[in-house]
Every structure is written in C-alpha cells, then in structure tokens.
C-alpha cells in the first residue's frame, strides 16, 4: 500500500484544480448561476473530475503495480516519477489557464470546439 500513497497527491491536485476552476468560472461577471444551481454543477462537475482522475492516473497506477519493488527503487525511476509528476502539474495548471481563456472566446467550458 505504501507505494500507491504518491498517486493520492495528483488524485487531490486534480481535484482541487478543477474544482478551483469551476469556482472561479461561476463567479465571472457574465455568469449568473443561483445556489442550488451552484451546488449542483460543483457535485456533478467533482463526479466528472473523479472519473477523469482515475482515467489520468490508471496508467501510472499500472505501471506502480506491476514494477517489482527493487526497480521502483531506483535513482532513475524515482527521477522519472518526479518528472511526471511536475509535468502532470504544468498540464493541470495549463489546462486551468486555457479553460478561462476559452471562456473568454467562447462563453463555456471546454467542448468540441476545443478538440478541434
């Protein structure tokens, strides 16, 4: 078990993000969103952020499950771990940043429009 307790910190940083995200969303200017409304979207919005979370997360999961322990002790993995690790940050703070931009664009959250 002590080598999935690394996972739980980007589990909670995505969470946090997006959920900081939903927030500062709904407080724009050019939004108006009532209590019960709020409450509903940060509850559905945290079940979709969960589902995402698990979906971004399940390949280093995999990989934590099936590395033998005196390989995931290495300088070189423990390194890489890292380096995923800030790079997961980078995109999550990335993808926050450019969510505001779109909405900027084109008044919702990201959708097809951002695929393409």
């Known amino acids: 078990m002590k080598r999935y307790r690394p996972l739980i910190w980007p589990l909670l940083l995505l969470l946090a993000i997006s959920l900081l ?3 500062a969303l709904t407080f724009r200017p050019d939004v108006k ?3 019960p409304g709020l409450a509903g979207a940060i509850a559905v919005g945290s079940l ?3 589902t995402a979370a698990i979906y971004a997360l399940a390949p280093a999961l995999l990989l ?3 590395l033998p322990d005196r390989v995931a002790r290495w300088r070189v993995v423990r390194a890489l771990a890292i380096l995923s690790g800030a790079l997961f940050c980078f995109v999550l703070l990335f993808t ?3 969510e505001w ?3 900027d664009e ?3 959250r990201f959708n097809f429009i951002a695929v393409d």
């Open 64 to 66: 934590t499950a099936l």
């Open 21 to 23: 995200t939903r927030v």
């Open 33 to 35: 969103v009532d209590a």
């Open 101 to 103: 931009i779109f909405w």
């Open 106 to 108: 084109f008044g919702g």
């Open 96 to 98: 926050a940043t450019s």
């Open 48 to 50: 979709y952020d969960l």
